[in-house]
């Protein structure tokens, strides 16, 4: 449905090209400092699209040349053990990156988990540590969903300078991060969420529309300027035709019709923030080195 003149963003070929860099990188670095890298997933209890992040985690750890240190823990498990899992980590020589899956049960404190995993083996870029370096504009792990949106658009050679970008959401994971991100790449940002009046209104305006709510079909073509670039972070499953299928927050279909680029879902940002997370890991791998 795509008109001439709309371009797909193709996070899943980026994605595929950063792996083949970060192969090459740890090829070079191994001999030297002697191991592969190493990235720990631990995942709390048994949430069916969780195990499927993580496997896909793990696969693209093996395809690059990372060592996989999972963790699976029951859902009754205490905040205590975990801790103490998270702590030995830290102290593991050959673990270079940890990753707590999201969401937890309810009876965790993701956050004050989150907060004990070392900002240098912080391989998702959320320690408040991280966070700040974010803000201050310092060198250190991005959060991976919105690093990956930037290096997309950088791919594709997409000016952000001087340019409004509208951020639909503004989540700790992706929302506020993301109008960081923006901002040191010189862009105007408004951040928008669930009490935004007349949302319609301020999207239109978007040069850049990023839509991450987890609604889906919210972003629908009326909401967009024309020659617009569209990125789509929402994953949502619904059921069509007694079908289970994935779709984004944006009506894809409509929007593409208007827009000049889009990132489909899935094949969009999901396979983007994957690399991230295993270029995060040879990141803070490769310090080793330098150290």
């Known amino acids: 449905m795509l008109s001439h003149a709309t371009k797909i963003l193709d996070g899943k070929a980026l994605a595929q090209k950063i792996q083949l860099q970060l192969k090459e990188r740890i090829r070079v670095l191994e001999p030297k400092i002697g191991r592969s890298p190493g990235l720990a997933v631990i995942m709390v209890g048994d949430n069916p699209a969780s195990a499927v992040y993580v496997?896909?985690?793990?696969?693209?750890?093996?395809?690059?040349?990372?060592?996989?240190?999972?963790r699976h823990f029951p859902t009754q498990t205490s905040y205590e053990e975990?801790?103490?899992?998270?702590?030995?980590?830290?102290?593991?020589?050959?673990?270079d990156g940890i990753l707590v899956q999201l969401p937890l049960p309810d009876?965790?404190?993701?956050?004050?988990?989150?907060?004990?995993?070392?900002?240098?083996?912080?391989a998702d870029g959320l320690h408040p540590t991280n966070l700040g370096r974010l803000v201050r504009t310092e060198a250190g792990l991005r959060s991976c969903t919105p690093a990956g949106v930037m290096r997309?658009?950088?791919?594709?050679?997409i000016e952000l300078s001087g340019k409004h970008a509208v951020v639909v959401g503004r989540s700790i994971l992706v929302g506020k991060?993301?109008?960081l991100m923006f901002l040191?790449?010189?862009?105007?940002?408004t951040i928008a969420h669930s009490r935004t009046q007349d949302l319609s209104s301020m999207t239109r305006q978007a040069?850049?529309?990023?839509?991450?709510?987890?609604?889906?079909?919210?972003?629908?073509?009326?909401m967009v300027k024309p020659g617009a670039v569209i990125i789509d972070v929402g994953i949502n499953?619904?059921?069509k035709d007694g079908e289970s299928k994935l779709v984004g927050d944006v009506d894809f279909n409509a929007v593409a019709e208007v827009a000049r680029y889009i990132t489909p879902v899935p094949g969009g940002i999901g396979p983007m923030t994957v690399a991230m997370l295993l270029s995060n890991t040879v990141e803070s791998y490769s310090k080793k080195f330098s150290d």
């Open 55 to 70: 496997r896909n985690k793990e696969r693209a750890c093996e395809k690059v040349g990372i060592t996989s240190f999972g």
């Open 82 to 95: 975990l801790k103490q899992a998270i702590e030995e980590l830290n102290q593991d020589s050959r673990v």
């Open 107 to 122: 009876h965790l404190d993701a956050v004050a988990l989150l907060h004990t995993i070392h900002p240098d083996k912080d």
């Open 152 to 157: 997309l658009l950088q791919e594709y050679k």
């Open 177 to 179: 991060p993301l109008a």
């Open 184 to 189: 040191e790449e010189n862009a105007t940002v």
């Open 207 to 222: 040069d850049i529309l990023v839509a991450a709510v987890g609604r889906p079909n919210l972003i629908t073509a009326d």
């Open 237 to 239: 499953r619904i059921e």
